[in-house]
């Protein structure tokens, strides 16, 4: 068999672990294994295997074992982004589940206190809040009967001035008007009023993120994982059980990710459109066959020379020639388009600015989304994103939270692959070699300000809003897995 994503599959559920680890990283420096979503299921794969073979139920040292680990497999394919990125999810899900863990031992503890402290009708009143002294004399709530009233004077003290009596009925039982600097420790005798001072000063916390996956909270409902409590948690109980759900649930993500951006497809694809896409990603041609279902559309295919043409020109013809194990394209893509009545048309990629005035909207994959909302795609992406930008052309870029990366692009061309140069220019020109120098890039990066839109699993952003998705999925500590000894 050859070495690739299918083989490794197989052995890494009965090989050591630590050979499983070599096999990996041997594939990723040979590039048998490639691409951002091979890469990552080889990855969550071969994680889910390490932390199973796992001994001992210290969260430290698990956290430790991952980050090694994780640590060795980017240094082994750097510009394999989407291997760091499934580590820093594998890490978020250990420190949650941490979390979770201490939180739930911290509330039993909280519980036990409190059933066996009774609460007196003093308590009760010492901590109802009372009305700030700032409201003006001259502001309408004065005027309108919402002061408190009066509470026995062994729980407020002395007695106030004239000038915050009671206007309204001195029999009212109307409660307390808290402020926005007023203690929120109300009893629970006491019913709880929110003014409109504190509408926004204390949002909900523990309310999920909408850009939260399964399995994630947002960051305001997390607290810090420090050395003292996993200390702390080493005796706890074994938490790998809950660890490998977290990490099977990212599996199934990856598994199903495609389907669920190409559920969006009919949102954004009108009838009679005419769109621009290039190379043959299997997330573009799954989302433009979703929409093919119900609507009637053009499809202008630039080639993408000199890397991906052959696979390019294979899906035009309805023969995929690809091999499934290392670009996952497996299924066709203009075979069942042109069969459902769609037109597909070939072009070079010269002419693609020439075309680029009677074209609807761009569509695009991506290899990486980097944090600062630009992306690496393959050769060919910025020319066409620049091409729609004169054009004012849309450029909608549909991808997997997976591809989502923390890291922000610093150094651009540290970003860029480069390919065999000989399909550029053939070494049969042997004059002329030693006359130039020949670079055949295999990714582009494009800058944000080119993107309109971006469309995941979770939905449609703008390139600015990605750092909450970013927030959501990654934890700070995990950002940077390099500096892990």
Known sequence: MTPGLTSFLKSVRSSPVESSIEHLISLLKRRQIRNSRPCAIATAHLLRRVVAAFRVTDIGRLIERVQQVGKRLTAAQPREIAVGNIVRRVLGVIREEAEEDREGETSGYSEAGSESRPQTPRDSYSQRPGLSSTISTFSPLRHGGIEPVDTPT???????????????????????????????????????????????????????????????????????????????????????????????EIIDELNQVDDQIAGYALEHIHSNEIILTHTSSVTVQKFLLKAATKRKFTVIHAESFPNHHEATHATVIGNQAGDSEDDMSSELFQKPLTAAGITVILIPDAAVFALMSRVNKVILGTHVVLANGGLVAAAGAKTIAKAASVHRTPVVVVTGVYKLSPIYPFDFDSLIEYGDASKVFGYEDGDLVDKVDVENPLFDYVPAELVDLYITNLGGHAPSYLYRIVSDHYRTEDTNLVKVD
């Open 154 to 248: 062994a729980a407020r003290g002395p007695p106030q001035d004239d000038t915050f009596a009671f206007h309204g009925d001195v029999g009212s039982s109307r409660p307390p008007l808290l402020t926005s600097h007023t203690s929120y420790a109300v009893s629970n005798t006491a019913p709880m009023v929110t003014s409109m001072f504190n509408l926004l000063s204390h949002p909900a916390s523990n309310a999920p993120s909408p850009t939260a996956s399964p399995g994630t909270r947002s960051p305001a409902s997390r607290s810090a994982l420090t050395a003292q409590s996993l200390a702390s948690l080493n005796a706890a109980k074994d938490l790998r059980a809950e660890v490998i759900e977290g990490i099977e």
